[in-house]
């Protein structure tokens, strides 16, 4: 099982601009992003994640455990009346994560997430409905199991670029981060009562599959005198919403 390394760097926005035209000759965006009002390419990430009651993936997190796991149902942009949203399971081991998906349409999450009934709505992914099946069955084993429950909101906006050479190389630069405490499914699309995670950065995550970080992004780390850190949203988000923790980034 190949596994992808993953790396997080917190950026104050006035470097943004700098940033994007260091690794310009090294990627190409991703064909998914839309011309902003300020023509950056972006599009929005929207992420209702789970977890039980007494915030066992939240505590995971914190405690440094090695092996852990995020759940959570993803969306972008708006809602529209055929709006499909991905069922995700983020396993990470360390530095190293992979991502367990499948497909359904926003408007039957709830059916499923109450009677289970993969047959009926999970959408094949790619191709491949044995898998997308087999992933859907892990998400809905673990949250009947763990009885989670919706718990953040995270929101973001995203600008995703993927290496020219190695299409396995990809950066973001996650925008604008904000979150809110226990939604409702329907509310994924929803831009209310979110609270702000940074005041003055991004994340940037630089992705790959190879042992080593490319070289010209291992070179923009370093000339940019960017700091490798542990930063979930997820967590984030809880923190700031329950005033444990004040971004004054």
Same mark, same amino acid.
């Given at each position: 099982? *190949?596994?992808?390394?993953?790396?997080?760097?917190?950026?104050?926005? !006035?470097?943004?601009?700098? $940033?994007?035209?260091?690794? %310009?000759?090294?990627?190409?965006?991703?064909?998914?992003?839309?011309?902003?009002?300020?023509?950056?390419?972006? @599009?929005?990430?929207?992420?209702?994640?789970?977890?039980?009651?007494?915030?066992?993936?939240?505590?995971?997190?914190?405690?440094?455990?090695? /092996?852990?796991?995020?759940?959570?149902?993803?969306? =972008?942009?708006?809602?529209?009346?055929?709006?499909?949203?991905? *069922?995700?399971?983020?396993?990470?081991?360390?530095?190293?994560?992979?991502? @367990?998906?499948?497909?359904? +349409?926003?408007?039957?999450?709830?059916?499923?997430?109450?009677?289970?009934?993969?047959?009926?709505?999970?959408?094949?992914?790619?191709?491949?409905?044995? %898998?997308? /099946?087999?992933?859907?069955?892990?998400?809905?084993? +673990?949250?009947?199991?763990?009885?989670?429950?919706?718990?953040? $909101?995270?929101?973001?906006?995203?600008?995703?670029?993927?290496?020219?050479? !190695?299409?396995?190389?990809?950066?973001?630069?996650?925008?604008?981060?904000?979150?809110? /405490?226990?939604?409702?499914?329907? %509310?994924?699309? %929803?831009?209310?009562?979110?609270? $702000?995670?940074?005041?003055? +950065?991004?994340? /940037?995550?630089?992705? =790959?599959?190879?042992? !080593?970080?490319?070289?010209?992004?291992?070179?923009?780390?370093?000339?940019?005198?960017?700091?490798?850190?542990?930063?979930?949203?997820?967590?984030?988000?809880? !923190?700031?919403?329950?005033?444990?923790?004040? *971004?004054? =980034?």
């Amino acid at each position: 099982m *190949m596994l992808r390394v993953e790396r997080k760097y917190l950026v104050p926005c !006035d470097r943004i601009d700098s $940033l994007r035209e260091r690794i %310009s000759p090294f990627v190409r965006t991703d064909k998914y992003t839309r011309i902003n009002e300020k023509g950056e390419p972006e @599009y929005t990430v929207r992420s209702i994640y789970f977890d039980s009651k007494n915030l066992t993936c939240y505590r995971e997190k914190h405690e440094g455990v090695m /092996l852990r796991r995020k759940f959570r149902i993803r969306g =972008y942009n708006e809602q529209i009346e055929d709006s499909k949203v991905v *069922m995700e399971i983020k396993r990470k081991i360390q530095a190293r994560q992979k991502k @367990y998906r499948s497909v359904i +349409h926003y408007r039957n999450v709830e059916n499923l997430l109450e009677y289970g009934d993969l047959d009926r709505y999970i959408i094949s992914l790619n191709g491949d409905r044995n %898998s997308t /099946l087999i992933n859907a069955g892990k998400f809905m084993y +673990h949250i009947k199991k763990g009885q989670f429950i919706p718990t953040c $909101l995270v929101t973001y906006e995203r600008e995703a670029y993927f290496g020219k050479l !190695d299409d396995g190389v990809r950066i973001t630069f996650d925008k604008n981060i904000r979150s809110r /405490l226990y939604p409702q499914i329907d %509310s994924l699309y %929803s831009d209310e009562e979110l609270k $702000l995670l940074f005041k003055n +950065h991004f994340i /940037l995550e630089i992705k =790959y599959f190879h042992h !080593d970080m490319p070289v010209w992004a291992r070179s923009v780390v370093q000339d940019f005198r960017l700091r490798n850190e542990a930063l979930s949203k997820y967590t984030i988000g809880i !923190d700031v919403n329950r005033e444990k923790r004040l *971004m004054t =980034y």
